[in-house]
C-alpha cells in the first residue's frame, strides 16, 4: 500500500516536470519563431504564431502552477521533493517571463523595418545576440531535464556574453543616433528588442540556477561564474 | 551411476575391513573405536566436498568449478560440464547481439527504443547525434523532455503513429527530421528519424523554380497585354501605333527565349547519356563564337580572339558552341561601352584545354559567384532584364560542362572584370601535329 502510493507519487512528480518542460518546448518553438521574424522582413503570419505560442504557454503556467498546489496540499512532499515543486514554480514563472519578452521582441520586429542605417545591427548584431539566447534557453531546459548542475558554469558565463552584446549593440546605436536624428525612433525599438533578448537569457540562467539548488540544494542566485564553480567543485 | 556407488562405498567398506582386522587382534573395545573414528573422517570428508560447491556457487559467477574427488568427481564434473555449455549460449547470445547493435548502428537512420512511459532505453549513435542524446547520463530519461519541440509531444501522446511528424533538429540547426513511431513488442516504441534535409531543400527548390518561371513569363506577358488593351481602347497615330507594336515584339522575343532557354535545359537535364560524341575542329567554333559576338557588340566593345594551338575536341559540337557563346555574351551584357573582352583558347601540360572569356566589365561580389550557375539566379534583377537575359544561361553551360566532365572556374573583381574559364578533360581535347599548329597561331588575333 505504501509502496504503491509513493509510487503514484513518483508518477505525479514526473509528468509535473515532464510538464515544465514541454511549457519550455513551446517557449523555445516561439523564440526560432520570433528570432525567423527579426531575420526575414514582413511576415505577419510568424508574428500571429508568436502571439499564440505566447497564450498556450500562459495556459501551461496556470495548469502546472495548480498542479504543484494539489500535489502540496495532497502530499505533503519533503526534503527534495519539496525543494523540486518549489523550484518548479520559480522555473514555470521565468518561462512565462521569456514567453513575455519573445512577443515584444516579434511585435518590435515588425515596427523597426524599413531603416537601411540600421540593417547591419539589426540583421547581424541582434540577431546573433538573441540566438546566444536561444541556445542559453536550450542548455538551461536540458540541464533540467537531466537535473545536471553543471550546466549552470557555462549558461552563467554565456549570460555574461549576452550581457556585453547588449552593451555593444547600444553602444553601436548611440552612434548612429548622433549621427542622424531620423534614426531615433528605429533605434530605440532595436534597443527595446536587445533589452528583450537580454532578459530572456536571464530568465534561463535563473532556471540553471534552479537546477543547482534542487540537486545541491545550495542557493547560487547572484553569484558569479567563478563562485558557481566552486560551489559545484564542493561535496 | 554404479560409478558413484562403487567410489563412495569402497572407502566405507575398506574403513569396515580394517575395523574388522582390529577387533580380530585388538578385542571388540578397539575394532569399534576404530571404526567410529574411521566413518567419523569419512562424514568430515564429504561435508568439505559440501563445503568447497557451496563457497563455489557463493563466489564469482565466472570463478572456475573447483575438482571433485571420490565419488564427488562424478557430480563436481557434470556441473563443470554444464557451465561450459551454458558459457558457450551466452557467449553466442552476446554475439548475436554485438551484431545486431552494430547492425543498427550502420543504419543510416537515427532510432531510438521507448519504454511503455516513453523513457529512453537505447539509441544508436546516429539518434544520439541528431537528437542531443547522451549515451550515458539520458538512458532512463523520458524522451519528450529532451525533444521538447510542441509538434513531436503532440504526435507521441497522440496515439496516431500511422504517419511520420517533421520537426526541425534542435541540435543541428538547418537540419530538418521526419520521424517515425513503430509501436513493438510489449508497449514498447521504436522511432526512426531521417535527415530530410535535403529532401526538403529539393522540394523547394521545385517550387522556387516554377515561381521563378511564371514570374518570368508573366513580365513581359503583362507589358504586352497592356500594350493590347492601349491600342484597343485609344485611336493611335501611325507613328506611336509603330513603336507600341515595336516594344511589344520586343517583349516577344523575350518570352521566345526563355522558353527556347527552358526547353534546352530540360533537354541537357532529362537525357541521361550526352549526345553522340563527335570529333572537330576547335578553331572554326572559335570563329563563329567571335563573329557572332562581334555582331552582339555591334561595335561597342573591343573584342579579340587568341586561337591557340589547333586542337580537335570529342563532344557535342552543338552544346559546346552554345556553352561558349553563352559566355561570351554574358561578357558583352556585363561589359560597358568602350570595354574590352578577350577570348582564348590554350592546352595546358596535362592536356586539358581551356576556353576564357576575360572582360573589363562591372565584375561579381565573391558572394554571388558559387550561385551564379543557379537557375535564375541574378545579381541585379533590373540589370539583368534590362540587358534581354533569360537567368538561364549559365545554368545551361554548366548541364553542358557536367555533361563534358568539364569544370567551369569563374575569378571576379568587382569594378574591374571577370574570368570565366571553361576546362575541358584532356581526354577529350587532341592536339594537331604541331607544323600545323604553329601556323594556326601565328594568325594574330583580330578585334
Given at each position: 500500500?505504501?509502496?504503491?502510493?509513493?509510487?503514484?507519487?513518483?508518477?505525479?512528480?514526473?509528468?509535473?516536470?515532464?510538464?515544465?518542460?514541454?511549457?519550455?518546448?513551446?517557449?523555445?518553438?516561439?523564440?526560432?519563431?520570433?528570432?525567423?521574424?527579426?531575420?526575414?522582413?514582413?511576415?505577419?503570419?510568424?508574428?500571429?504564431?508568436?502571439?499564440?505560442?505566447?497564450?498556450?504557454?500562459?495556459?501551461?503556467?496556470?495548469?502546472?502552477?495548480?498542479?504543484?498546489?494539489?500535489?502540496?496540499?495532497?502530499?505533503?512532499?519533503?526534503?527534495?521533493?519539496?525543494?523540486?515543486?518549489?523550484?518548479?514554480?520559480?522555473?514555470?514563472?521565468?518561462?512565462?517571463?521569456?514567453?513575455?519578452?519573445?512577443?515584444?521582441?516579434?511585435?518590435?520586429?515588425?515596427?523597426?523595418?524599413?531603416?537601411?542605417?540600421?540593417?547591419?545591427?539589426?540583421?547581424?548584431?541582434?540577431?546573433?545576440?538573441?540566438?546566444?539566447?536561444?541556445?542559453?534557453?536550450?542548455?538551461?531546459?536540458?540541464?533540467?531535464?537531466?537535473?545536471?548542475?553543471?550546466?549552470?558554469?557555462?549558461?552563467?558565463?554565456?549570460?555574461?556574453?549576452?550581457?556585453?552584446?547588449?552593451?555593444?549593440?547600444?553602444?553601436?546605436?548611440?552612434?548612429?543616433?548622433?549621427?542622424?536624428?531620423?534614426?531615433?525612433?528605429?533605434?530605440?525599438?532595436?534597443?527595446?528588442?536587445?533589452?528583450?533578448?537580454?532578459?530572456?537569457?536571464?530568465?534561463?540562467?535563473?532556471?540553471?540556477?534552479?537546477?543547482?539548488?534542487?540537486?545541491?540544494?545550495?542557493?547560487?542566485?547572484?553569484?558569479?561564474?567563478?563562485?558557481?564553480?566552486?560551489?559545484?567543485?564542493?561535496? | 551411476?554404479?560409478e558413484i556407488?562403487i567410489a563412495g562405498l569402497a572407502v566405507?567398506?575398506?574403513?569396515?575391513?580394517?575395523?574388522?582386522?582390529?577387533?580380530?587382534?585388538?578385542?571388540?573395545?578397539?575394532?569399534?573405536?576404530?571404526?567410529?573414528?574411521?566413518?567419523?573422517?569419512i562424514?568430515?570428508w564429504h561435508?568439505?566436498q559440501?563445503?568447497?560447491?557451496?563457497?563455489?556457487?557463493?563466489?564469482?559467477?565466472?570463478?572456475?568449478?573447483?575438482?571433485g574427488h571420490g565419488a564427488w568427481r562424478i557430480p563436481f564434473?557434470?556441473?563443470?560440464?554444464?557451465?561450459?555449455?551454458?558459457?558457450?549460449?551466452?557467449?553466442?547470445?552476446?554475439?548475436?547481439?554485438?551484431?545486431?547493435?552494430?547492425?543498427?548502428?550502420?543504419?543510416?537512420?537515427?532510432?531510438?527504443?521507448?519504454?511503455?512511459?516513453?523513457?529512453?532505453?537505447?539509441?544508436?549513435?546516429?539518434?544520439?547525434?541528431?537528437?542531443?542524446?547522451?549515451?550515458?547520463?539520458?538512458?532512463?530519461?523520458?524522451?519528450?523532455?529532451?525533444?521538447?519541440?510542441?509538434?513531436?509531444?503532440?504526435?507521441?501522446?497522440?496515439?496516431?503513429?500511422?504517419?511520420?511528424?517533421?520537426?526541425?533538429?534542435?541540435?543541428?540547426?538547418?537540419?530538418?527530421?521526419?520521424?517515425?513511431?513503430?509501436?513493438?513488442?510489449?508497449?514498447?516504441?521504436?522511432?526512426?528519424?531521417?535527415?530530410?534535409?535535403?529532401?526538403?531543400?529539393?522540394?523547394?527548390?521545385?517550387?522556387?523554380?516554377?515561381?521563378?518561371?511564371?514570374?518570368?513569363?508573366?513580365?513581359?506577358?503583362?507589358?504586352?497585354?497592356?500594350?493590347?488593351?492601349?491600342?484597343?481602347?485609344?485611336?493611335?497615330?501611325?507613328?506611336?501605333?509603330?513603336?507600341?507594336?515595336?516594344?511589344?515584339?520586343?517583349?516577344?522575343?523575350?518570352?521566345?527565349?526563355?522558353?527556347?532557354?527552358?526547353?534546352?535545359?530540360?533537354?541537357?537535364?532529362?537525357?541521361?547519356?550526352?549526345?553522340?560524341?563527335?570529333?572537330?575542329?576547335?578553331?572554326?567554333?572559335?570563329?563563329?563564337?567571335?563573329?557572332?559576338?562581334?555582331?552582339?557588340?555591334?561595335?561597342?566593345?573591343?573584342?579579340?580572339?587568341?586561337?591557340?594551338?589547333?586542337?580537335?575536341?570529342?563532344?557535342?559540337?552543338?552544346?559546346?558552341?552554345?556553352?561558349?557563346?553563352?559566355?561570351?555574351?554574358?561578357?558583352?551584357?556585363?561589359?560597358?561601352?568602350?570595354?574590352?573582352?578577350?577570348?582564348?583558347?590554350?592546352?595546358?601540360?596535362?592536356?586539358?584545354?581551356?576556353?576564357?572569356?576575360?572582360?573589363?566589365?562591372?565584375?561579381?561580389?565573391?558572394?554571388?559567384?558559387?550561385?551564379?550557375?543557379?537557375?535564375?539566379?541574378?545579381?541585379?534583377?533590373?540589370?539583368?532584364?534590362?540587358?534581354?537575359?533569360?537567368?538561364?544561361?549559365?545554368?545551361?553551360?554548366?548541364?553542358?560542362?557536367?555533361?563534358?566532365?568539364?569544370?567551369?572556374?569563374?575569378?571576379?573583381?568587382?569594378?574591374?572584370?571577370?574570368?570565366?574559364?571553361?576546362?575541358?578533360?584532356?581526354?577529350?581535347?587532341?592536339?594537331?601535329?604541331?607544323?600545323?599548329?604553329?601556323?594556326?597561331?601565328?594568325?594574330?588575333?583580330?578585334?
Amino acid at each position: 500500500m505504501n509502496d504503491h502510493t509513493s509510487k503514484q507519487f513518483d508518477v505525479e512528480m514526473e509528468a509535473i516536470r515532464s510538464g515544465v518542460l514541454s511549457m519550455g518546448g513551446l517557449v523555445e518553438r516561439q523564440f526560432k519563431r520570433a528570432i525567423q521574424a527579426l531575420e526575414d522582413d514582413e511576415d505577419g503570419e510568424l508574428i500571429d504564431a508568436v502571439g499564440a505560442d505566447e497564450q498556450q504557454i500562459n495556459q501551461l503556467q496556470v495548469d502546472i502552477d495548480q498542479q504543484c498546489a494539489q500535489i502540496i496540499a495532497r502530499r505533503q512532499p519533503t526534503a527534495v521533493d519539496l525543494r523540486m515543486i518549489l523550484t518548479i514554480s520559480k522555473v514555470v514563472n521565468d518561462l512565462e517571463r521569456a514567453g513575455d519578452e519573445i512577443k515584444k521582441i516579434a511585435y518590435k520586429a515588425n515596427e523597426t523595418l524599413g531603416s537601411d542605417t540600421l540593417r547591419r545591427v539589426r540583421y547581424y548584431d541582434v540577431v546573433r545576440a538573441a540566438r546566444q539566447a536561444e541556445h542559453m534557453l536550450q542548455l538551461s531546459l536540458d540541464a533540467l531535464a537531466r537535473l545536471d548542475p553543471d550546466a549552470a558554469v557555462e549558461i552563467v558565463d554565456l549570460d555574461d556574453a549576452i550581457d556585453a552584446a547588449f552593451s555593444a549593440i547600444l553602444r553601436q546605436l548611440i552612434s548612429y543616433m548622433m549621427e542622424d536624428p531620423r534614426t531615433i525612433t528605429p533605434a530605440l525599438e532595436i534597443v527595446f528588442i536587445a533589452k528583450s533578448i537580454e532578459r530572456v537569457g536571464d530568465h534561463a540562467k535563473n532556471i540553471a540556477e534552479a537546477v543547482v539548488q534542487v540537486v545541491r540544494g545550495k542557493d547560487v542566485r547572484h553569484a558569479s561564474a567563478e563562485q558557481i564553480r566552486a560551489e559545484l567543485a564542493g561535496p | 551411476m554404479r560409478e558413484i556407488w562403487i567410489a563412495g562405498l569402497a572407502v566405507p567398506a575398506a574403513a569396515i575391513v580394517v575395523a574388522a582386522l582390529v577387533y580380530a587382534l585388538g578385542g571388540p573395545v578397539a575394532g569399534f573405536a576404530v571404526l567410529a573414528l574411521l566413518l567419523l573422517a569419512i562424514v568430515i570428508w564429504h561435508l568439505t566436498q559440501v563445503v568447497k560447491l557451496v563457497h563455489w556457487a557463493d563466489g564469482e559467477l565466472d570463478a572456475p568449478v573447483p575438482e571433485g574427488h571420490g565419488a564427488w568427481r562424478i557430480p563436481f564434473t557434470r556441473i563443470y560440464r554444464r557451465v561450459r555449455a551454458r558459457a558457450a549460449v551466452h557467449r553466442d547470445l552476446a554475439h548475436t547481439i554485438a551484431r545486431f547493435q552494430s547492425a543498427a548502428e550502420a543504419v543510416p537512420d537515427g532510432m531510438v527504443v521507448l519504454d511503455a512511459a516513453n523513457r529512453i532505453r537505447w539509441a544508436n549513435r546516429r539518434a544520439q547525434r541528431q537528437l542531443g542524446i547522451a549515451e550515458d547520463g539520458d538512458i532512463g530519461t523520458p524522451l519528450a523532455n529532451l525533444l521538447r519541440e510542441p509538434e513531436f509531444i503532440r504526435y507521441l501522446e497522440g496515439g496516431d503513429y500511422t504517419q511520420s511528424v517533421v520537426v526541425p533538429s534542435a541540435r543541428e540547426s538547418g537540419v530538418t527530421l521526419s520521424m517515425l513511431l513503430v509501436p513493438f513488442g510489449v508497449d514498447e516504441k521504436l522511432i526512426i528519424c531521417r535527415d530530410i534535409t535535403e529532401l526538403e531543400a529539393v522540394a523547394r527548390m521545385r517550387r522556387d523554380f516554377i515561381a521563378n518561371v511564371s514570374h518570368e513569363l508573366k513580365t513581359p506577358l503583362t507589358v504586352i497585354s497592356g500594350f493590347v488593351e492601349t491600342m484597343q481602347d485609344m485611336d493611335l497615330d501611325a507613328h506611336q501605333r509603330e513603336r507600341y507594336l515595336a516594344l511589344m515584339e520586343q517583349q516577344a522575343q523575350s518570352m521566345r527565349r526563355l522558353v527556347a532557354d527552358l526547353l534546352t535545359l530540360s533537354a541537357l537535364e532529362s537525357e541521361q547519356s550526352p549526345a553522340a560524341d563527335t570529333t572537330f575542329a576547335v578553331e572554326p567554333l572559335l570563329r563563329a563564337v567571335y563573329a557572332d559576338a562581334l555582331a552582339l557588340s555591334a561595335g561597342d566593345h573591343a573584342i579579340t580572339l587568341d586561337a591557340g594551338p589547333a586542337a580537335t575536341l570529342v563532344g557535342a559540337r552543338d552544346e559546346i558552341a552554345s556553352a561558349f557563346s553563352n559566355l561570351v555574351t554574358n561578357a558583352i551584357r556585363y561589359t560597358p561601352k568602350g570595354g574590352r573582352i578577350a577570348l582564348a583558347w590554350s592546352i595546358a601540360e596535362d592536356g586539358s584545354g581551356m576556353f576564357s572569356v576575360r572582360d573589363t566589365g562591372i565584375g561579381i561580389a565573391p558572394e554571388h559567384i558559387p550561385r551564379l550557375t543557379e537557375r535564375f539566379y541574378r545579381v541585379d534583377r533590373s540589370r539583368s532584364r534590362a540587358t534581354g537575359g533569360t537567368g538561364l544561361g549559365l545554368a545551361i553551360v554548366k548541364h553542358v560542362l557536367l555533361r563534358h566532365q568539364a569544370t567551369l572556374e569563374v575569378a571576379s573583381v568587382p569594378g574591374s572584370g571577370s574570368t570565366f574559364s571553361v576546362r575541358l578533360p584532356a581526354r577529350r581535347v587532341h592536339r594537331l601535329p604541331a607544323a600545323e599548329g604553329a601556323r594556326e597561331t601565328a594568325v594574330p588575333a583580330r578585334g
